[in-house]
């Protein structure tokens, strides 16, 4: 079946924009997550979503950052007034329950000029 | 930090050796996943292994987890250039519902 797709793939903005990532997750996958990597890092987490609502939040590093399921499946991670800073590779992975094997989109890549 | 380190950073070998990366870890765990990801893009699963577990095989990798020593170990044997890839542990703690707290991953380089 479909694995985890992510759009777009790559999304260049400007300091101050507005942008919107978007993950379509496994069909059937309850657990959804957001992470971030930067360069030469391993992926940090964000937040994680059961079904529709937001079940740990503890990742977003502030209140420009925002995330929705509003339907227990597709998310989109939204960042308000982006900064250069925010320029890194944003992954989403689902999976079945919070136990199991998370599986990863291809990713975002951000750039912030 | 409850995420340990992995070491070595970075590990040159040539073709047919067996690569071994270790993952250290702080807290109690649910389970332990080791991912491949090549050009900084999309990770692949490679093998979840459970805090009940001490072993596990995919192939020609095989993970260790010893959680006295709360640590695991993921050893490719007969390694490929294809293999040249970072290497990422990731723990999932009991208290922390199932996020993926990372490391930061070692580099793999496979000459031919």
């Known amino acids: 079946g479909a694995g985890v797709s992510q759009t777009p793939s790559n999304k260049v903005t400007e300091k101050g924009k507005y942008v919107e990532l978007r993950c379509d997750p496994i069909?059937?996958?309850?657990?959804l997550y957001w992470y971030r990597q930067s360069l030469g890092q391993g992926p940090e987490f964000l937040i994680y979503?059961?079904?529709?609502?937001?079940?740990?939040d503890s990742g977003l590093p502030n209140d420009r950052f925002f995330a929705v399921r509003p339907e227990g499946s597709v998310s989109t991670l939204k960042i308000q007034r982006t900064e250069r800073g925010d320029s890194a590779v944003y992954l989403c992975?689902?999976?079945?329950?919070?136990?199991?094997?998370?599986?990863f989109g291809p990713g975002t890549r951000l750039t912030v000029l | 930090s409850q995420q340990g380190e992995e070491d070595p950073q970075a590990l040159s070998i040539q073709e047919g050796e067996n690569a071994t990366m270790n993952c250290s870890y702080k807290?109690?765990?649910?389970?332990l996943q080791w991912y491949r990801q090549n050009s900084g893009r999309g990770l692949v699963h490679l093998i979840l292994?459970?805090?009940?577990?001490r072993e596990k095989h995919s192939g020609r990798l095989r993970v260790t987890l010893d959680t006295s020593k709360k640590s695991s170990s993921l050893l490719i044997t007969a390694s490929r250039a294809a293999d040249t890839a970072s290497y990422f542990c990731?723990?999932?703690?009991?208290?922390?519902?199932?996020?993926?707290?990372f490391g930061q991953g070692t580099e793999l380089s496979v000459k031919p």
């Open positions: 807290t109690s765990i649910n389970n």
């Open positions: 990731a723990t999932v703690f009991y208290n922390q519902g199932g996020k993926l707290i």
């Open positions: 992975a689902s999976s079945s329950t919070q136990w199991d094997t998370q599986y």
């Open positions: 069909s059937g996958h309850t657990a």
């Open positions: 292994i459970r805090s009940n577990e």
């Open positions: 979503f059961q079904g529709t609502g937001a079940a740990d």
